[in-house]
């Protein structure tokens, strides 16, 4: 195992803010736990991020994209990252549901 560094995009920092917003409207005893423990899984990639598979959508892209989905049931999330050396870069956070990634909702950025 390695230990790689985790980042995340001011995109995908939104998208967390915006959905932990939306929970705590209709939950506001579970919003904090919600981010608490998506934030943990998310920075637990930094141990091994590899062992979530390679995301359908990342054949659009010019770099390798992975999926990792966060939970279970209709509220199920898709954490999309990539490995670039040593970091782990998160690129997007979105409900499962939704349609597939393309370009558009996908800023590359360094």
């Known amino acids: 195992m390695s230990d790689h560094r985790v980042e995340y ?3 995908a920092l939104a998208e967390i803010e915006e959905i932990y917003l939306w929970i705590k409207e209709r939950a506001p005893n579970a919003a904090a736990k919600w981010r608490d423990d998506l934030i943990a899984e998310v920075e637990n990639l930094g141990e091994n991020p590899l062992r979530h598979p390679v995301a359908q959508e990342s054949e659009k892209f010019s770099i390798e994209i992975r999926v990792m989905l966060f939970r279970k049931r209709r509220s ?3 954490v999309y990252y990539t490995v670039r050396g040593s970091r782990v870069v998160i ?3 979105r409900r499962a549901a939704r349609r597939p ?3 558009v909702d996908l800023p590359i950025e360094e």
């Open 9 to 11: 995009t001011f995109g």
């Open 91 to 93: 690129l997007t956070v």
């Open 101 to 103: 990634l393309d370009e």
């Open 76 to 78: 199920q999330l898709r």
